[in-house]
């Protein structure tokens, strides 16, 4: 008798685990913890409201390679954006497999997201579970960030693209509203915006802007607004003019914020390329080519694995390998050698990363793994992330 042997294909391995992905955020309702959720601790109230101190209890928390939350009283809670990226890979694998169920887990989380829309606006937009606080200063939980609203309003348009229901449309178009009123950085070279709702647009950092132009112009495919094209044009413009010689770009213009990693990086791209797809607009065409080589030769080391910084390794980051399977996986079908770098980052962070259990793991320094299961920065992004890989083989 002969014996069928059957052959397990990358494909089989990266559907097989972004389905232990799937299980995992699942069985926990979507909650889970997050790198930067350290002032939500039973220890907050120690800092008595200094900056200094807030940022020492939250990147203490952060940074330790073991997880330190449930001795300090941090909670697993809900995510905007944990929720935003699931509903983004359901929708992936509802068009790639036709299994209908997707389209109801998808239709459940953008539902929970249109119930929790940040209360400080009446617009759409939404925020973190906790306070935050950083050398840009603090902002408290449910501030809308411009960055996460963006990338939930992607799901809400991907959303309309694929089942065709108004109702996410709206909401999208609620976001373009919110995201017309934000705070302006004007310059001769272009517009930046605020990085949060109720900031002053002093701000010269791309990736939330950019996000937030590629949003703009895609919805103005399908709600036609020369206000949309316009305001996105010009924040592309400024972008652009500050793109560095070798083809990256720093994180911001300021000097504080002059560094290069692999997933801002990331979103810069996506942005870029989602608005020339939009628009046709092709006048940035050579910026995003650059970019891309950039990216594609500076972040990744030969096996795969995803550097942080362009110029170094450590921390090798959930986030960075999430954002980079997902953004090489989005040039695929004009870039060969992008699906092949996406491929070898997966199957890196598959065989590396990926406990039993299912979850990514937060992290690998020299000598050691921060295992923490983080909800957002490594399984919902991972899920979409894989997602989209697994429709381009």
Same mark, same amino acid.
């Given at each position: 008798?002969?014996?069928?042997?059957?052959?397990?294909?990358?494909?089989?391995?990266?559907?097989?685990? !972004?389905?232990?992905?799937?299980? *995992?955020?699942?069985?926990?309702?979507?909650?889970?913890?997050?790198?930067?959720?350290?002032?939500?601790?039973?220890?907050?109230?120690?800092?008595?409201?200094?900056?200094?101190?807030?940022?020492?209890?939250?990147? =203490?928390? &952060?940074?330790?390679?073991?997880?330190?939350?449930?001795?300090?009283?941090?909670?697993?809670?809900?995510? =905007?954006?944990?929720?935003?990226?699931? #509903?983004?890979?359901?929708?992936?694998?509802?068009?790639?497999?036709?299994?209908?169920?997707?389209? #109801?887990?998808?239709?459940?989380?953008?539902? *929970?997201?249109?119930?929790?829309?940040?209360?400080?606006?009446?617009?759409?937009?939404? +925020?973190?579970?906790?306070?935050?606080?950083?050398?840009?200063?603090?902002?408290?939980?449910?501030?809308?960030?411009?960055?996460?609203?963006?990338?939930?309003?992607?799901?809400?348009?991907?959303?309309?693209?694929?089942?065709?229901? &108004?109702?996410?449309?709206?909401?999208?178009?609620?976001?373009?509203?919110?995201?017309?009123?934000?705070?302006?950085?004007?310059?001769? /070279?272009?517009?930046c915006l605020s990085y949060t709702g109720s900031g002053d647009g002093a701000s010269t950092i791309h990736n939330h802007s950019v996000?937030?132009? /590629?949003?703009?112009?895609?919805?103005?495919?399908?709600?036609?607004?020369t206000e949309f094209l316009e305001l996105a044009k010009e924040i592309m413009r400024f972008t652009c003019s500050c793109q560095l010689?070798?083809?990256?770009?720093?994180?911001?213009?300021?000097?504080?914020? &002059? *560094?290069?990693?692999?997933?801002?990086? +990331?979103?810069?791209?996506?942005?870029?390329?989602?608005?020339?797809?939009?628009?046709?607009?092709?006048?940035?065409? =050579?910026? !995003?080519?650059?970019?891309?080589?950039?990216?594609?030769?500076?972040?990744?080391?030969?096996?795969?694995?995803?550097?942080?910084?362009?110029?170094?390794?450590?921390?090798?980051?959930?986030?960075? #390998?999430?954002?980079?399977?997902?953004?090489? /996986?989005?040039?695929?079908?004009?870039?060969?050698? #992008?699906?092949?770098?996406?491929?070898?980052?997966?199957?890196?962070?598959?065989?590396?990363?990926?406990?039993?259990?299912?979850?990514? @793991?937060?992290?690998?320094?020299?000598?050691?793994?921060?295992?923490?299961?983080?909800?957002? *920065?490594?399984?919902? =992004?991972? @899920?979409?992330? !894989?997602?989209?890989?697994?429709?381009?083989?």
């Amino acid at each position: 008798m002969m014996i069928r042997r059957i052959e397990y294909t990358q494909k089989d391995k990266i559907f097989e685990s !972004l389905l232990k992905v799937e299980k *995992w955020v699942e069985s926990r309702d979507y909650k889970g913890y997050e790198p930067f959720d350290g002032l939500s601790s039973a220890l907050r109230p120690l800092t008595f409201g200094n900056l200094f101190l807030d940022r020492i209890l939250m990147q =203490t928390i &952060r940074q330790s390679p073991v997880n330190l939350r449930p001795l300090l009283g941090v909670k697993p809670l809900d995510s =905007t954006i944990g929720r935003g990226y699931m #509903a983004w890979g359901y929708l992936l694998l509802l068009k790639t497999t036709g299994d209908e169920s997707y389209a #109801a887990k998808a239709a459940n989380c953008l539902q *929970w997201l249109m119930e929790n829309k940040s209360p400080r606006f009446e617009e759409y937009s939404w +925020g973190k579970h906790f306070d935050f606080a950083s050398r840009g200063g603090r902002y408290p939980k449910h501030e809308p960030i411009t960055v996460w609203t963006s990338l939930i309003a992607m799901a809400f348009l991907d959303a309309y693209e694929l089942l065709g229901e &108004r109702k996410h449309l709206d909401v999208v178009a609620s976001v373009c509203r919110w995201i017309l009123r934000l705070g302006r950085n004007e310059m001769d /070279a272009g517009i930046c915006l605020s990085y949060t709702g109720s900031g002053d647009g002093a701000s010269t950092i791309h990736n939330h802007s950019v996000l937030a132009a /590629a949003v703009l112009a895609r919805t103005a495919k399908h709600i036609p607004s020369t206000e949309f094209l316009e305001l996105a044009k010009e924040i592309m413009r400024f972008t652009c003019s500050c793109q560095l010689p070798h083809g990256g770009w720093y994180y911001g213009e300021d000097p504080m914020f &002059r *560094w290069i990693d692999n997933f801002h990086t +990331g979103y810069v791209l996506d942005s870029l390329k989602y608005y020339m797809e939009a628009t046709g607009d092709q006048e940035f065409e =050579t910026n !995003l080519l650059s970019g891309l080589e950039f990216y594609k030769k500076s972040f990744f080391e030969r096996s795969g694995r995803p550097k942080y910084y362009y110029d170094r390794v450590f921390p090798v980051d959930s986030q960075c #390998a999430s954002q980079a399977i997902d953004t090489l /996986a989005g040039f695929a079908d004009a870039d060969p050698s #992008a699906l092949a770098l996406s491929l070898r980052v997966a199957d890196w962070m598959i065989d590396h990363m990926q406990d039993p259990e299912g979850y990514f @793991y937060y992290r690998q320094y020299p000598l050691v793994k921060a295992k923490t299961p983080m909800l957002h *920065w490594a399984q919902a =992004t991972m @899920y979409k992330a !894989l997602a989209l890989l697994q429709s381009k083989l």
